[in-house]
């Protein structure tokens, strides 16, 4: 499958065509009879008028008129049997009328109308899309859970991994998903113009405190927590945001990115009532905008031809490119917690956030010993960086124990695959995906629901599909500045992305509210 | 869900939905029925497909509906079935051209692959709204007995002032199909 304008040109010609034959097609026909004693009224606008005579004929007239007893037009005279007798113009009395029945012709009809309205809406998406490639493509693995209804998007893995040189491992809670049962079902899907490489797809199964949840550090570690207390009180430049963070229920918190500098941080101040003594935390459910996309394929389409020298330089061992490749994701940061210390000061208690606008990853910040008095935490980010799903204070109770668990079975599109399932099992091989692949990998689960915590590790890396249109933006000048002076680049990009953010937040949301 | 799977399952769907549920369909001879703007300059009765108490299906063009009896022009010559016997009747005026809109909803929904992951969208959008569309537009031209009176059937049929005394039914003959 090929996409880029050209796939655009040619189903947006494609559809054009169909509506424009369809449209002269699927006219409606209204029809009326209307008695001779009740001439005057007949629908003067009708474009045709039937006059069914006693005898059985019929004139077909256009350019008709009923005056008095009169009537008139010009048309054809048809047989008992509908064969053309005469053609020309005609005239004769209404007394020799049977029945009139006019016929209206209407080449929009409703479902013609709402096709229509379709229609431009569809084109004025592939449009966009054809112009804003970066932020209509382009994903990476998606994960979905099977029998959990409705089945939200809940994990999105390796987003930063993009070539092999950056594979990783990447932690996700499944939060969201309660299963009575003892098998996870999970759907991984590659829904984007990208070559994925998947070494492994493990879930990891928690302990979990009666009562209680089981969350994730950045790190990797699980600690049970016995207690979540939502803020008393969320404050931000704009104002009040405790409504956006109280509940995980996909109604976030975020805001828009400077104009002058896509780095430009902001401040978000929570405070949360006395938590009890013991070791507390603080659990932050969040994802990106599509701001780190943006970024990402501009950077691709400021490579453009050179690309692939600039992957080969970073697969070579290149170390000092491999550092400079992270180094515009170091520059936005991740969400940073920030506690007050002895000498008034805010100093960073940990942080949270991987790559990624599509799934809302929760993770938890250690903040050490409950003080006893209201906690108040900053959380520090960039502007437009980031969406804010729920914040919470924790009582952690220790670490939590954990089951490593493998598939026990993989299907491909529904169908057992088993060499997938080596693939996937044994850490040397690979699986690779292409667009459009869909694998459901099966667990087998210990314990009961209310007693486990589930999360999917996942270790690999994508290859993004280099677009056509990209290479018109190739740019080494821009490319290199990505790679030696990542400020100043998220400066001179600032614009650029700015012209595009209203569009693409508008386009992020209205899909959303779809997706819930 | 993955992209052209997605898009795979819509267009089973949307083929589904049109064929099975949404359109409506009679026992015309293919091409007899005119499209709307030929039948408005036409003057023939719609296909008339009636089903007596006795279970006996009729099919043929709507001749004329009067009081006592409808009468119907089949392949075999004029057949009048008592109005107490009929138990349906289903009449289409002309050719709706619904499997154009279902064609469009088929471009429409094939359109969406060049959304990027806005198909997860726009291509249930196409599916639904053209599967309901075409459902639609193919019962404009269609009226059923007993969901209408039988006298207002009586415009779709090539006589609807009733058969004029002086006509021989003998001679009437059949539409020949386009």
Not at chain 1, 315 to 341: F, M, P, Y
Not at chain 2, 52 to 61: F, P
Request: net charge negative; with cysteine; hydrophobic share 45%.
């Amino acid at each position: 499958m090929r996409f880029g304008s050209s796939t655009t040109g040619r189903s947006v010609a494609f559809l054009l065509f169909v509506s424009i034959l369809t449209t002269a097609c699927a006219s409606k026909l209204t029809r009326q009879l209307v008695e001779p004693e009740s001439a005057a009224t007949l629908d003067r606008k009708a474009a045709i008028l039937k006059a069914h005579m006693l005898d059985g004929r019929v004139y077909v007239l256009r350019d008709w008129n009923v005056a008095g007893a009169r009537v008139s037009g010009d048309g054809e005279l048809l047989g008992v049997n509908r064969a053309v007798e005469n053609t020309g113009t005609f005239g004769f009395s209404i007394d020799s009328v049977a029945i009139f029945e006019t016929n209206s012709l209407s080449t929009y009809p409703p479902a013609v109308a709402a096709l229509s309205i379709l229609t431009v809406a569809s084109v004025g998406l592939a449009i966009y899309c054809a112009t804003a490639e970066k932020v209509c493509f382009g994903s990476c693995p998606t994960f979905y859970v099977e029998g959990d209804a409705p089945a939200d998007l809940q994990a999105e893995g390796f987003s930063a991994s993009v070539s092999p040189a950056l594979e990783a491992t990447d932690l996700d809670a499944l939060y969201r998903v309660e299963l009575p049962g003892d098998e996870l079902r999970l759907r991984m899907t590659n829904e984007a113009l990208e070559t994925h490489v998947v070494r492994y797809v493990d879930v990891l199964a928690a302990s979990r405190a009666e009562g209680g949840r089981t969350f994730a550090t950045r790190s990797g570690e699980l600690w049970q927590a016995t207690q979540l207390i939502e803020a008393s009180s969320c404050m931000a430049e704009q104002g009040d945001c405790r409504e956006e963070v109280a509940v995980f229920d996909g109604l976030e918190r975020y805001s828009l990115a400077d104009s002058a500098d896509l780095a430009a941080r902001e401040y978000v101040d929570l405070e949360f009532p006395a938590l009890p003594a013991g070791e507390i935390g603080i659990v932050i459910a969040a994802r990106q905008t599509l701001m780190s996309t943006y970024l990402f394929y501009q950077g691709l389409a400021f490579m453009g031809t050179s690309a692939g020298h600039w992957l080969a330089a970073l697969e070579r061992g290149d170390s000092a490119l491999k550092a400079r490749a992270g180094g515009i994701g170091q520059v936005l940061g991740r969400v940073e917690v920030l506690l007050k210390n002895e000498s008034n000061d805010w100093v960073v208690a940990g942080d949270v956030g991987e790559t990624g606008p599509l799934a809302t990853d929760v993770q938890l910040v250690r903040l050490g010993a409950s003080s006893g008095e209201p906690l108040r935490v900053r959380l520090r980010l960039t502007r437009g960086l980031w969406r804010l799903d729920w914040i919470a204070a924790a009582v952690l109770e220790g670490r939590a124990t954990v089951q490593r668990l493998s598939p026990r079975l993989v299907l491909r599109d529904g169908i057992q695959d088993d060499e997938a399932l080596r693939q996937i099992v044994d850490r040397d091989a690979k699986l690779v995906t292409l667009p459009g692949d869909v694998y459901t990998f099966v667990y087998a689960l210990p314990a009961s629901g209310a007693e486990r915590e589930l999360f999917v590790e996942t270790r690999g890396y994508y290859l993004e599909w280099m677009r056509e249109e990209w290479l018109s933006d190739e740019n080494p000048a821009s490319a290199a500045q990505i790679f030696l002076d990542p400020p100043a680049a998220l400066r001179a990009l600032a614009p650029r992305f700015k012209q595009i953010e209203p569009k693409m937040e508008e386009l992020f949301w209205s899909s959303r509210y779809v997706r819930q | 869900m993955s992209a052209s799977n997605y898009i795979g399952r819509g267009l089973l769907c949307l083929l589904a939905s049109v064929l099975v549920l949404g359109c409506a369909r009679n026992t015309a001879p293919s091409g007899w029925l005119s499209p709307a703007a030929e039948a408005s300059h036409e003057a023939y009765g719609g296909w008339a497909m009636v089903r007596d108490s006795a279970g006996t299906q009729t099919d043929g063009e709507l001749i004329a509906v009067n009081r006592d009896s409808v009468y119907v022009l089949t392949t075999g010559g004029l057949v009048v079935i008592p109005v107490r016997r009929v138990a349906k009747l289903n009449v289409t005026g002309y050719n709706s051209a619904a499997g154009t809109l279902a064609l469009w909803g088929l471009a429409g929904t094939l359109g969406t692959i060049s959304h990027g992951w806005l198909l997860l969208f726009s291509s249930p959008a196409w599916i639904i709204t053209s599967s309901i569309a075409a459902a639609a537009h193919s019962r404009e031209p269609r009226e059923i007995y007993p969901d209408v009176e039988l006298n207002k059937l009586r415009i779709y049929a090539r006589f609807p002032q009733g058969i004029p005394a002086v006509t021989d039914r003998r001679q009437l003959r059949p539409k020949a199909r386009s």
